[in-house]
């Protein structure tokens, strides 16, 4: 019963966020936050356009969303295929073990860091 409950609210908040993100730009709303570490720093962090690569999703512009971080929309279909796997890691133990393989883990680190890298220095 409580894991029910707890699936309908987060799937319900995950509506209103979806919502919302489609219809506010956070290249033009005030909405939004920026991001800390771009401000601090100058530099943008492995995480930054995804506000707005997330809006141009939503409104159907990929090319769109891969020009605003690219990484992003690579790992969003990995991470829900994860999630997935998560839910049901008692029931098919099998591909959780071939989702989250802990090379597949540290290959995954490598690139996020090269992309936090890579994009500073080419200005992606």
């Known amino acids: ?12 908040v995950m509506l209103v ?14 909405a939004f936050p ?4 771009l401000s601090l720093t100058g530099y ?13 999703l ?3 512009d990929v090319a769109g969303a891969f020009r605003f971080n690219a990484l ?6 990995w991470m829900g295929l994860c999630l997935f796997a998560e839910s049901r890691r008692t029931r098919n133990p099998r591909l959780y073990a071939r989702l989250n393989p802990e090379l597949l883990m540290s290959l ?4 996020t860091l090269s ?10």
């Open 72 to 77: 992003l929309m690579i790992a969003v279909p």
């Open 1 to 12: 019963m409580r894991r029910s409950l707890l699936l309908v609210v987060a799937g319900l």
């Open 17 to 30: 966020l979806g919502f919302i993100y489609y219809a506010l730009d956070p290249s033009t709303s005030d």
């Open 115 to 124: 992309w936090w890298l890579l994009r500073n220095i080419f200005d992606w």
């Open 44 to 56: 943008k962090c492995p995480g930054c356009g995804g506000q707005r690569a997330v809006h141009a």
């Open 34 to 37: 920026r991001c800390s570490f």
């Open 108 to 111: 995954f680190l490598a690139l």
């Open 58 to 60: 939503l409104n159907g």
